[in-house]
Each structure stands twice: as structure tokens, then as C-alpha cells.
């Protein structure tokens, strides 16, 4: 009958065992110095070698020439053993025995002595599916054992094994196998059973097998059964439904393009294909780690599991990103696997996943903000519309409504804009005028530039700096009973501010009502001279006209609370 490969090649000494030397190293000084323990736990993720190593410790404490490290294999106990037949050599499967009726069953088994061999050794596997009921029941046993007696735990979740129980064995934690490890034994069985295989094709398998001998060797198994005496890397890639770097690099091209069209072609040929697009995102994260993980280590490093040429094309792939770019990719596209774990429209999260991939590509890095703002001149303001003379004419149709709603925090920046702009010589017109009485009944259109004036100087005499900045970047007039404001929609709030009604009130010694048109202002916004009486220091007005810092404030915005003079 046929044997699979990971039972035929199974290891048989120590010596045989890939990888795990911290464990065979201890196992064999603990047999030539005679301090053999009564209890192991073996620990690791699958595949690793727990119980193979467990099979060999047991041939060596009962092989007729030992205790020893390298058993003879020859002997009646050594062959037993091997084919699984030893009476002294009781492997329990914890999975299906895992109550308190099977170890209680195991503890008076555990009374009588060997029958043939030197110790009566119990291996048990999958030992953190016991009960806790049943592990108190060995509790006991465990701890005072009789001195023939050796139990050895496997289990690939020691955390689940009770602190009772780890603390009265020795705990070995196996470790996954390193990919180049894996890749030369794999090549040493196909050399065996004659099977020509290239290092890619063998690293596809060793990658399948994520670390795992056994995992590793049955999938080198089944590409034997599917594609004969050659292994051929596109072969083996199309069986186990991996993706070859070529197709995972259509997506870093897209990216270097900046092009998401591409990026939906990548999920129309994986649904045309077949592909399970859940496994190419996972396929796609592992992508970008190597990458990362290339760009940053070198393509000599043993970091990555990928075969010479492999790494090679990778860290060609990888001179073109940053690192802050690779990184980004990376954290985005293990976000979209998760988000595919849940998703019933897989495609459409695939889709919208990679053109989120395109745009994270075209965002600049704080630092290079910062530094175009040094180098670069301050940038040119709009040029506005000359205001209008004092004669002009008010508006004939009432402005729409305010708008009402919150605004947002770039809106609210740009509002607080410093009143520090040179003064600009007013016209004689504006000046020529004078406001009218109270008592007058009827009043003619006041000058816009002469009432915009007042209303500054009184907000800023009264401290209402924010809503004389408002009026700064406003054009006001006065018609009659309305007094008429048009600026940008991100001010609506300021003018309907009662402070605001209030300062009109005592301005114009009437109450006006407040008419507010949205967009910018079509006639006068002029700077309004800076009062005379030295409000803001020295110190605030250099910072404030400093081009720098009104370039910064151009580009992103912000508010300046607190201005300190350092050399005080």
C-alpha cells in the first residue's frame, strides 16, 4: 500500500528532525546525564515535529542499548515503536478522550509496570482539549509519578493547559520551521523518489506550508500526483491557487502609474478567472510585507520566503515606493482583508480597496508641505473688484436668507485673518459723508465704505475681534432700514451673531435689519487701517505680516492664539 511522503520520510533520530535544535539539544544532554523528567509539554504550531520528537524520545529511553541519544533502530523495541505496535508506548488522542472517565482509566493504567521496555512512556496529543475536571483528576499522578512512568503533553495551545499541570512538567515550545530549512528538505525527498523539481516550485510548496513540515510535504505530495516526475513552478501555483509575483505585480504597477482603471481590470480578471478574491487580498497583503520588508533589509534577506529570483524582482518592485508608501499599502491592504472576512459584495469592496490604494500613492508627506512653504513665495492673492464709490447706487432686489449651519474648522480659520494689510487712501466721496440723525424719517443710501468703517472700529474697540475680521472681508451698505452685507457663505454665522445686531444698533443709532448675501463680495473689501492706538505690539504685527506664516495660513489653514516675543 502506499505510503504518503510525510509518514515514509518520517524522522527517526534526532539527527533527522529539521530545525528544532534547542529541543533536541536539551532531550539528548537530559538522556546522557540520566536526568530524565516524568513530564513534557511539547508546544508549537502544527506540523512542527511534537509528536515525531515525543516517538523518539520514547526509542530512546526503551531502545536495548540505552537510555541513549541515537537509538539502534534495529532492536524489537525501536521497531515497535516506530510502526506504532510498542505495549509500553500508549498514544492518547486527546480530542476524543478527553473526560475524566478516560483519565481515571489513564491513572490506573499507569500503576502497573512495563511490560517489556525500561519505562512505560504516554504520549498524549491534542492535550489542551482535556476538561478541567479530567486534568485535576490527573493532577496527582502527574505530579508523583511511579519511576517508570514518563508522560509527554502535545498540545498547539499551551496557554489552555492549566498552571497546575505546566508547572510540574518541562515546557518545550517548537518553533516554525525557516523557509530555507523546509526548501533543502524537500529537495532531499525529491531527490530520494526520483522527482525533478525547480527551486521556485519549491518554494510555492514551502510557502503553502507556512512553516509547517507536514503541511509543506502534503502539498508537495499532491503536485507529485498532479503534475508527474517534473514540478513546474506555474503548475504548482495553479494547483494550489497561488499567485505568482507577475500577477501581484500588476497591482504595484498601478500603482506607479497612478492608474485605478487598471486596478479594476486586476478584479475583473480575478472574477473571469475564478479566483477566490478573498485569498488574493491575504495573497496581496503578504505582498506588500515582502516589499516593505525587501525595501528595508536588502533581497539577501532570510526575512522573506520567496526563492533568489523571487527576492530579486521584489526588490527591483520595491526601489520604486518609500518606505511611508509600502507601509501605507501594507496597513490599507490588511484593512481590506478584514473587511472582506464580512463583506457580501466581495468584489466591490476589492474594488474600492485597490483605488484607495491609488489615492493613498498621490498624498504628499507633511514634511515636504513644510518645506515647499520655505521655498516658495507667498502666494498670489486673488485680485479683487475696485470698490465701489460712495455715490453708487444700493441693491434694487433684497439678498437671499443667511445660510445657517455649522461651519467647518478650515471655514472658521479662514475667517480669522489679521487686520495687519497696508491701508489703502479712502475716497473723498466716502469721506464727504456724515451719518445721518435718528430723528431723520428718511435716510439716503450711506456710503459702503464709510459704513464698513464704523462698524470695524467699534467691534475692534469693544473686543469682538472675530466679527470685526467678518466685516473686514465683507462689503456693507446701508438702505434705508436694511443694512446690506455681502461675503463669503463661511461668515453667514457672524453676521447673525446678536453681538453683532447689537454693534449696528449703537453704530447707527437705529436697529438696521441685517440682510446677508452669500458669495464673494462683488464691490469693496479693502483693508481697513489698522487703529492708531497700538492694540497689537510690534512683536504681533511682524508675526502676523511675516510671509511665511501667511503662507502657511493660505495653504492650511489654522487659527494664531498666542504670539510671544522670545527675546523678552
Request: hydrophobic fraction near 40%; glycine fraction near 6%.
Amino acid at each position: 500500500m502506499y505510503q504518503v511522503i510525510a509518514r515514509k520520510y518520517r524522522p527517526q533520530t534526532f539527527h533527522d528532525v529539521v530545525n528544532q535544535e534547542h529541543v533536541k539539544t536539551t532531550l539528548a544532554n537530559a538522556i546522557a546525564q540520566k536526568r530524565i523528567a516524568h513530564g513534557y509539554i511539547f508546544s508549537g504550531q502544527r506540523g512542527t515535529g511534537k509528536t515525531t520528537i515525543a516517538r523518539i524520545l520514547a526509542r530512546c529511553l526503551n531502545c536495548i542499548e540505552g537510555p541513549t541519544a541515537a537509538p539502534c533502530g534495529i532492536c524489537a523495541s525501536c521497531k515497535e515503536i516506530a510502526a506504532g505496535g510498542s505495549p509500553d508506548v500508549i498514544e492518547i488522542d486527546a480530542a476524543s478522550n478527553r473526560g475524566i472517565n478516560e483519565m481515571r482509566e489513564l491513572r490506573e493504567n499507569v500503576r502497573y509496570q512495563p511490560a517489556r521496555d525500561r519505562y512505560k512512556i504516554f504520549i498524549v496529543d491534542e492535550a489542551h482539549q482535556i476538561t478541567n475536571e479530567a486534568f485535576n483528576a490527573l493532577l496527582k499522578t502527574i505530579e508523583e509519578p511511579p519511576e517508570w512512568a514518563v508522560f509527554v503533553l502535545c498540545t498547539t495551545e499551551a496557554q489552555k493547559i492549566p498552571a497546575t499541570i505546566a508547572s510540574r512538567c518541562q515546557h518545550f515550545s517548537f518553533r516554525s520551521v525557516d523557509f530555507d530549512d523546509l526548501t533543502s528538505r524537500m529537495a532531499w525527498i525529491c531527490s530520494q523518489e526520483g522527482i525533478e523539481a525547480d527551486a521556485e516550485a519549491l518554494a510555492v510548496l514551502a510557502v503553502a506550508g507556512e512553516g509547517s513540515v507536514r503541511d509543506s510535504l502534503s502539498a508537495l505530495d499532491q503536485a507529485i500526483a498532479c503534475c508527474g516526475s517534473k514540478l513546474v513552478a506555474a503548475e504548482v501555483r495553479a494547483l494550489l491557487g497561488a499567485f505568482s509575483i507577475d500577477s501581484l505585480a500588476k497591482v504595484s504597477q498601478a500603482l506607479v502609474a497612478s492608474d485605478p482603471r487598471r486596478m479594476l481590470d486586476v478584479v475583473d480578471d480575478l472574477e473571469r478567472s475564478g479566483q477566490n478574491l478573498q485569498h488574493f487580498s491575504r495573497e496581496l497583503s503578504r505582498y506588500f510585507r515582502n516589499l516593505l520588508v525587501t525595501r528595508i533589509a536588502g533581497s539577501d534577506t532570510r526575512l522573506v520566503a520567496a526563492s533568489p529570483s523571487e527576492r530579486e524582482r521584489m526588490a527591483e518592485i520595491a526601489a520604486q515606493f518609500s518606505e511611508e508608501d509600502l507601509t501605507r499599502y501594507l496597513q490599507l491592504s490588511l484593512d481590506l482583508f478584514r473587511d472582506l472576512q464580512f463583506s457580501l459584495q466581495p468584489r466591490f469592496h476589492l474594488e474600492i480597496g485597490l483605488v484607495r490604494l491609488v489615492h493613498a500613492g498621490r498624498l504628499i508627506k507633511i514634511e515636504d508641505a513644510l518645506a515647499g512653504l520655505a521655498s516658495s513665495e507667498p502666494a498670489a492673492r486673488v485680485p479683487q473688484a475696485p470698490r465701489p464709490s460712495a455715490t453708487a447706487p444700493p441693491p434694487t432686489s433684497a439678498p437671499p436668507a443667511p445660510v445657517r449651519g455649522a461651519l467647518s474648522p478650515f471655514d472658521l480659520d479662514r475667517a480669522k485673518k489679521a487686520a495687519s494689510r497696508p491701508p489703502e487712501p479712502q475716497s473723498s466721496g466716502a469721506n464727504a459723508l456724515a451719518p445721518l440723525s435718528v430723528e431723520a424719517p428718511a435716510r439716503a443710501p450711506e456710503a459702503a465704505g464709510d459704513a464698513r468703517t464704523r462698524l470695524h472700529a467699534h467691534l475692534t474697540a469693544a473686543g469682538l475681534t472675530h466679527l470685526a475680521d467678518a466685516v473686514e472681508n465683507a462689503a456693507v451698505s446701508v438702505s434705508g432700514s436694511d443694512l446690506n452685507v455681502a461675503a463669503a457663505k463661511s461668515y453667514a454665522l457672524y453676521f447673525n451673531d446678536r453681538g453683532f445686531n447689537e454693534a449696528v444698533r449703537q453704530v447707527f443709532g437705529r436697529p438696521l435689519n441685517v440682510k446677508f448675501s452669500a458669495g464673494e463680495p462683488g464691490g469693496a473689501a479693502a483693508p481697513i487701517p489698522a487703529p492708531s492706538s497700538g492694540a497689537a505690539d510690534d512683536a504681533t504685527r511682524r508675526a502676523l505680516t511675516n510671509p511665511e506664516v501667511q503662507r502657511f495660513r493660505e495653504v492650511f489653514g489654522g487659527e494664531i492664539r498666542t504670539i510671544r516675543n522670545l527675546k523678552e
